[in-house]
Structures are given as structure tokens and as C-alpha cells.
């Protein structure tokens, strides 16, 4: 029998940790409950949205819609090859204990993403990145209920639409619920130590995906704070790109700039513009500010509104274009 909850308390359930209540609330374990999840989520004349480990969301005090919360677990091997094997995993699995788990079984892939907050089915709506990877290179296909259409479907890499921090999933949040994802990984090691940080494991004659994942714990211990310690949402900013024009205009202004090439663009650090804009370790009245450690960091100590960080989202916009002229987009999605 399915049942919402009414009038649940969210402030435990996304890493910026803020006060909110949903309207109603429901604890989805099983795909095969999608279906009538949704006919009473239309009875009451609501919206439905999907809450994974909640580690990219600014929840405003009030949420007026059927809040799902993704727990469908289980890993399944697919299939397995001498150099590949390919994994289907539930939406509602963490994503730290998958990619602990696939290191144990000596699987590459997903070593460069260790300890990323969130759940397997968080993974390809913002397509998640670090160190040199995004996961959009490895996932085959994505399994999910579409609520348009009313039915399971099955949609490949290819029509992901994955873009940097973005998808076809974030295009169209409130579309699809995300049951798992089919992931295709290496059985022997393919290092990817393209990151600064990282460039000195090839020094290391007996590399192993371990090693990799070890070192990326340590950096990202070092540079970004637990949010279970102080609450946050990773980088709240995308990093802006920029056509080579801007970016000249820009660069003359300033020469430091820090920047990537990204295709026939650039991208700058949001980090290093923050930074500079003299907002790092700066905290409004509130407590919200930029991490002492790493300036695209939004943290929340006092656990304030989620009213509250948009406010600051605001001031960190504004400084930072009045600086350098340059817009910078959140990274979080926000929920009214
Ligand atoms: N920087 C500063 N001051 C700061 C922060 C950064 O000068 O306060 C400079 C750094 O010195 C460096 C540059 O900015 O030269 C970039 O910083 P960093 O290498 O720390 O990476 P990032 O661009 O800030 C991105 C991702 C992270 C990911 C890291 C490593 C985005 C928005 N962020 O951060 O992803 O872990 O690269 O690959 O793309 C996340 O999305 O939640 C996240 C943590």
C-alpha cells in the first residue's frame, strides 16, 4: 500500500543542511512503485521531484511538491570481458561506497571520482567530475521512469546529452526518475593523472587503481570540507566559459587569470575569480560564506535557510562580475 508522508522535515536530507518541510514525502525502494507514486502525486495536484543523497540542492523552507526520495539499491553484473565489465546499479546506492566497492574488485574508472558526495542516480543529472574524468565517459546507458510519457525507458549515453555539469536529466528536471545506471569499466588500470595534482603518480612503476583513489582522497580531504563537519554542496559555482574573444577581453585586465583551454572556448577558475573578488573565508550575517580553503565552496555552518544562501549566491554574483565582468551560474539546483 502506498502512502505519502505529509509534512516532512528535509533538514537532514541534503548536505547544505537546510531548515525545509515537503508537502509530502515518500521513501521509494522499488521501481514498481513508480506508477502509483505518481497517480497520487497527481491526485493531489503536485509536482514530483526526486531526492538522491541531496548534495547539489538548495531546499528553500518551503517545498510545495511530492518529494521522492531515491534508496533503490543493488549492483548486477552485466556483462565481463578480460578487459571490461559492465554494471548495473541502483539509483539510490552512495556514490563514495560504489566507487570504494569497485576499487576492491581492481575495477578503473571511477578511482579519479572518489569520495564525491551523493547517490548513483545524482551521478549523470549534473554528470559529475573531478580530476580529469566525468562520468559521462564511462555510463552506457541510463535506466529511468519517464513521467511524460508514463512508461520505463531506457536511454543510451548518446542521448544523455551529458555537457559539463549538465544533461538531458537537468534539462528537464521533473521528467524522469532515475531507477539505475549501467556503468562500463576497465579491468585493468587506465590511469588518468592528467590533473596537476595527480601528475606525480607517474612516477609510480606499480600504479594501481588504489593508489589513484587514495591520492584523490587525500586532495579533495585537504582542499574541501566534510559536510557532515560543516555543511555544503561541493562547488556551488560552475567554473564560466567563455568565448577566446571575452576571454582576451578579460585576460588583458588581468594576466593571472587562471584558465583551461575547453574545446574552441575557455574556462576559468570560479575558484581563483572568488578569490580574487576578496570574498574567500567571508561570511554574512548568517554564516554563509565562501570556504576558507577553497572559495567556490559555499558553506553553511549555522545551518541557515536556504533563503539565506541564495542571498549570498547573489553577493558572490555580483562581486565577482562588478571585478572581472564575468557571470558566474550555480552549480545546485534550488527547490521552492
Ligand atoms: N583557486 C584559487 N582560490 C580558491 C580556489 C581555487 O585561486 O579559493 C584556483 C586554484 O589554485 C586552481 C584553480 O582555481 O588554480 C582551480 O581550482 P581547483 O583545482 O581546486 O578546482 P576547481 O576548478 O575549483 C573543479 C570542480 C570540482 C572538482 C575539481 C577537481 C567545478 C565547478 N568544480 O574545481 O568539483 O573536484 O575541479 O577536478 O567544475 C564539485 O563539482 O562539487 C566539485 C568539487
Redesign the pocket.
Known amino acids: 500500500m502506498i502512502k505519502l508522508e505529509p509534512n516532512k522535515d528535509l533538514s537532514l536530507c541534503s548536505t547544505l543542511a537546510c531548515p525545509s518541510t515537503a508537502q509530502c514525502y515518500f521513501e521509494l525502494s522499488y521501481k514498481d512503485d513508480i506508477p502509483f507514486v505518481v497517480a497520487s502525486t497527481k491526485e493531489l495536484g503536485l509536482p514530483l521531484l526526486v531526492l538522491g543523497g541531496g548534495?547539489?540542492l538548495v531546499l528553500t523552507p518551503k517545498i510545495n511538491s511530492v518529494v521522492v526520495r531515491n534508496t533503490i539499491k543493488g549492483i548486477e553484473q552485466l556483462s565481463k570481458t578480460d578487459k571490461n565489465v559492465t554494471l548495473r546499479v541502483g539509483a539510490g546506492e552512495n556514490w563514495h561506497k560504489f566507487v570504494t566497492w569497485c576499487v576492491a574488485q581492481n575495477y578503473s574508472g571511477l578511482e579519479?571520482l572518489a569520495l564525491?558526495p551523493g547517490t548513483m542516480g545524482a551521478a549523470p543529472v549534473?554528470n559529475?567530475?573531478?580530476?580529469?574524468v566525468e562520468i559521462a565517459t564511462l555510463v552506457t546507458q541510463v535506466n529511468a521512469y519517464d513521467l511524460v510519457e508514463e512508461k520505463f525507458i531506457c536511454i543510451p549515453n548518446e542521448e544523455c546529452q551529458f555537457r559539463?555539469?549538465d544533461s538531458l536529466f537537468k534539462d528537464h528536471e521533473g521528467r524522469y526518475v532515475i531507477t539505475s545506471v549501467e556503468l562500463k569499466l576497465n579491468r585493468e588500470l587506465k590511469p588518468n593523472l592528467s590533473?596537476?595534482?595527480l601528475k606525480i603518480l607517474e612516477q609510480n612503476e606499480h600504479l594501481t587503481v588504489k593508489h589513484i583513489y587514495e591520492a584523490v582522497i587525500a586532495?579533495?580531504t585537504e582542499?574541501?570540507p566534510d559536510p557532515k563537519v560543516i555543511p555544503n554542496?561541493?562547488?556551488?559555482?560552475?567554473?564560466p566559459i567563455l568565448s577566446t574573444a571575452q576571454f582576451k577581453g578579460v585576460l588583458e585586465l588581468f594576466p593571472d587569470l587562471?584558465h583551461y583551454p575547453a574545446g574552441d572556448q575557455v574556462k576559468l577558475?570560479?575558484?581563483?575569480l572568488?578569490?580574487?573578488a576578496g570574498l574567500?573565508g567571508r561570511v554574512n550575517d548568517q554564516g554563509v560564506g565562501?570556504?576558507e580553503?577553497?572559495?567556490?565552496?559555499v558553506v553553511n555552518p549555522k545551518r541557515a535557510n536556504g533563503d539565506a544562501i541564495l542571498d549570498w549566491a547573489e553577493t558572490v554574483k555580483q562581486r565577482v562580475f562588478e571585478h572581472f565582468g564575468v557571470h558566474l551560474e550555480m552549480?545546485p539546483r534550488i527547490w521552492r
Open positions: 548534495s547539489n579519479n564525491i549534473q559529475i567530475g573531478a580530476y580529469g559539463y555539469r590533473y596537476g595534482p586532495i579533495r582542499k574541501l554542496a561541493g562547488s556551488f559555482f560552475k567554473n587562471v577558475a570560479a575558484g581563483w572568488i578569490d580574487q574567500k565562501c570556504y580553503k577553497q572559495a567556490l565552496v552549480e
